[in-house]
């Protein structure tokens, strides 16, 4: 059983923030986030791409905001439970127990849900040998660049996911050569990054296949990717040499095992009261993408201030005969344990 005084549900922006503004009030927290590094969508889905809205920052990329917020948490020493998924949500001679679907225990008087959208499944291209090939070559979600370092790598999608990697990894000179495929001629992604794709296309730096679809993949005699069978709608079939498949479709969110803790949802969202961000269930909160409120945003940013709130009622909850008096961290800087 792992004690904590704040369990904290989600390692994204907002969770790790919240272990910041816990860390003032000296409580201590413990995150658990189903992927196996902190930093939710922003490292998962779009570690390079820049963001704009972050106070003081007039342009950061999200992997790098991570990495801040990592360094910013460090002196108050948070603990983590990666790889594992919050499943169930029970209460216990005043404090909840948080299982995850690993079997790890964890006991606080206070769980601060930071989940984001919620669990991801990536949207799956209908290939119909697909999951033979999955970690064979096959990825949904590029997590470390290196692993496709001097590799043939066949992309397909037309959003901001597709056009950022393969900048990414013709920029970084990661790759031996790189397919990108696209359904239609026009891509939903920001025009910037699909003017930079058009322009290294036309170099001959990648190979840009639109109006087709990678319908086969074929084996190297191994059990991994050996080639891909691109349906083109004018040329029919085209074969590339590839070692890895990587279909950038997006993910598809759902609250999963939260939806069932009893808390009171509104279009897959959890209901929250805005004076501290609380739900129906005494001692939980919800903060970030994963709450909804009359005039909710769903910015970083905004959820940077929900955990604020979350955490001072928290701290009267586990504390209640003590006052909290609001201390600026200009006078009294930053103190860990």
């Known amino acids: 059983m792992i004690e904590t005084d704040i369990i904290i549900i989600g390692a994204g922006p907002c969770g790790l923030f919240t272990v910041f503004e816990a860390g003032l009030l000296k409580l201590r927290c413990h995150l658990i986030d189903s992927l196996p590094l902190p930093g939710g969508q922003l490292v998962e889905i779009y570690p390079k791409k820049p963001i704009y809205d972050?106070?003081?920052?007039?342009?950061?990329?999200?992997?790098?905001?991570?990495?801040?917020?990592?360094?910013?948490?460090?002196?108050f020493k948070p603990a983590f439970t990666l790889g594992e998924s919050a499943q169930y949500l029970e209460e216990a001679e005043g404090k909840y127990v948080v299982t995850t679907n690993k079997g790890t225990k964890h006991r606080a008087p206070i769980v601060i849900i930071a989940?984001?959208?919620?669990?991801?499944?990536?949207?799956?291209?209908?290939?119909?040998?697909l999951a033979l090939f999955e970690d064979k070559g096959v990825e949904y979600i590029i997590r470390d660049p290196e692993l496709y370092r001097n590799k043939r790598v066949v992309i397909s999608g037309g959003g901001d996911s597709a056009l950022d990697w393969t900048i990414y990894l013709i920029e970084n000179k990661l790759v031996k050569n790189l397919v990108l495929v696209h359904r239609?001629?026009?891509?939903?992604?920001?025009?910037d990054s699909v003017q930079k794709v058009m322009d290294m296309a036309q170099a001959g730096k990648i190979e840009l296949i639109t109006e087709s679809e990678v319908v086969g993949i074929n084996s190297n005699g191994n059990g991994q990717v050996g080639s891909v069978v691109i349906k083109h709608v004018n040329l029919g079939d085209i074969i590339k040499e590839a070692d890895h498949f990587v279909p950038l479709f997006g993910l598809t969110p759902s609250l999963g095992p939260i939806a069932d803790w009893g808390l009171e949802l509104e279009k897959n969202a959890?209901?929250?009261?805005?004076?501290?961000?609380?739900t129906n269930r005494p001692g939980v909160y919800a903060v970030g993408d994963i709450n909804t409120y009359p005039g909710k945003l769903k910015l970083i940013l905004c959820g940077f201030h929900e955990g604020t709130l979350a955490?001072?009622?928290a701290f009267a909850r586990i504390h209640p005969n003590k006052k909290n008096v609001l201390k600026y961290t200009t006078v009294n800087g930053v103190s860990g344990f």
Request: proline share 9%.
């Open 54 to 75: 972050i106070p003081g920052f007039p342009v950061v990329n999200a992997g790098e905001l991570v990495d801040n917020l990592m360094k910013q948490i460090e002196v």
């Open 115 to 129: 989940g984001g959208l919620g669990v991801f499944e990536p949207r799956k291209p209908p290939i119909e040998n």
């Open 184 to 191: 239609r001629t026009s891509f939903r992604g920001h025009l």
């Open 270 to 278: 959890v209901k929250v009261n805005t004076v501290d961000y609380s």
């Open 311 to 313: 955490v001072q009622s």
